[in-house]
């Protein structure tokens, strides 16, 4: 089943971003990745325990990202890191989280994220976006070789992810599709989250649209 996450940059937000995070998970986001690179260690961790707490009253699965031994001392059971960050934890570490994930930018990354046991990776830029400005997007090429090649490892896609281009990326064989902007600075999350699905169901042969359970 198609799968909706929300990658989080709380320097978008228009409004408080604990408000922001909690209306993001109330509409039922697959996941949320707490994606605030920029921060020191103890400020992301700071966030991150205000995060989980947040999207566990919503039960919306949060994946912590960038900061692997903050993700260890806090017990979260989700991280997500890029694959240099990644190789720099030993197995232990790694068979610590129930669901550990890593970026992939090239067909020559899938190795190394399946050594390191990725139970999925997210590959992109798909399209082009405001957050990688004058960088052209790989394309939809890329993502059905990335996820030929991927086999039964879920493939999220990521940049330039939009209600018009959702169907495209399914069609090319991920898993889901992940999206920062849109959800950090559209005025109503749980409208656009529905709006979304409502894409995803309009190709539904003869079923009626599912809630997705990350």
């Given at each position: 089943m198609?799968?909706l996450?929300?990658v989080?940059?709380?320097?978008?937000?228009?409004?408080?971003?604990?408000?922001?995070?909690a209306?993001i998970?109330?509409?039922?986001p697959?996941?949320?990745i707490?994606?605030?690179?920029?921060?020191?260690?103890?400020?992301?961790?700071?966030l991150a325990?205000q995060?989980?707490?947040?999207?566990?009253?919503?039960?919306?699965?949060c994946?912590l990202?960038?900061f692997?031994q903050?993700?260890l001392?806090?017990?979260?059971?989700?991280l997500?890191?890029?694959l240099?960050?990644l190789a720099?934890?030993?197995e232990?570490?790694?068979?610590r989280?129930a669901c550990?994930?890593?970026?992939?930018?090239?067909l020559?990354?899938l190795p190394?994220?399946?050594?390191?046991?990725?139970?999925?990776?997210?590959?992109g830029?798909?399209?082009?976006?405001?957050?990688k400005?004058?960088?052209?997007?790989r394309?939809?090429?890329f993502?059905r070789?990335?996820?030929?090649?991927?086999g039964?490892l879920?493939v999220?896609a990521?940049?330039?992810?939009?209600?018009e281009n959702?169907?495209?990326?399914?069609a090319?064989?991920?898993?889901g599709a992940?999206?920062?902007?849109s959800?950090?600075?559209?005025?109503?999350?749980a409208?656009?989250?529905?709006h979304?699905?409502?894409?995803?169901a309009?190709?539904?042969l003869l079923?009626a649209?599912?809630?997705?359970?990350?």
């Amino acid at each position: 089943m198609f799968k909706l996450i929300c990658v989080t940059n709380r320097r978008l937000c228009r409004e408080d971003f604990s408000l922001r995070l909690a209306k993001i998970a109330a509409a039922g986001p697959d996941a949320i990745i707490l994606r605030e690179k920029d921060l020191p260690a103890a400020a992301y961790q700071r966030l991150a325990e205000q995060a989980l707490s947040i999207c566990g009253q919503y039960e919306a699965p949060c994946v912590l990202h960038g900061f692997a031994q903050q993700a260890l001392g806090l017990g979260a059971p989700r991280l997500h890191l890029p694959l240099p960050q990644l190789a720099r934890l030993d197995e232990a570490e790694r068979r610590r989280f129930a669901c550990l994930g890593a970026s992939c930018h090239s067909l020559a990354d899938l190795p190394a994220a399946r050594r390191l046991g990725c139970h999925y990776i997210i590959a992109g830029h798909i399209f082009a976006t405001d957050c990688k400005p004058g960088r052209p997007g790989r394309g939809l090429a890329f993502l059905r070789e990335i996820c030929r090649a991927a086999g039964p490892l879920p493939v999220y896609a990521i940049g330039g992810i939009a209600p018009e281009n959702l169907l495209q990326v399914r069609a090319a064989g991920a898993a889901g599709a992940c999206l920062m902007s849109s959800l950090m600075t559209c005025p109503e999350p749980a409208v656009l989250m529905r709006h979304l699905r409502d894409c995803l169901a309009e190709k539904a042969l003869l079923n009626a649209p599912k809630r997705l359970k990350w």
